[in-house]
């Protein structure tokens, strides 16, 4: 049986950080989930999944407050 790879957690916090990491990877995310408003509906619901297979594997949500 292979080893299952570890699942990285990212938890965003507020809109600055949301900012920055939507610049950082707004290609990767737009390839493989959709535009912005999609992915930070699946961040919110803790269900944004990017990489998988031979990539590490990372999970991102959004943490905040004001919802």
Do not use: H, K, Y
């Not at 949301?18 to 803790?46: H, K, P």
């Amino acid at each position: 049986m292979a080893a299952s790879s570890p699942v990285t957690i990212i938890s965003i916090t507020d809109a600055a950080a949301w900012s920055a990491f939507w610049a950082s990877n707004q290609e990767a995310l737009t390839d493989e989930v959709g535009s912005e408003a999609e992915c930070i509906d699946l961040a919110r619901r803790g269900e944004l999944v990017i990489g998988g297979g031979a990539a590490p594997l990372f999970v991102v949500s959004i943490e905040t407050d004001d919802g």
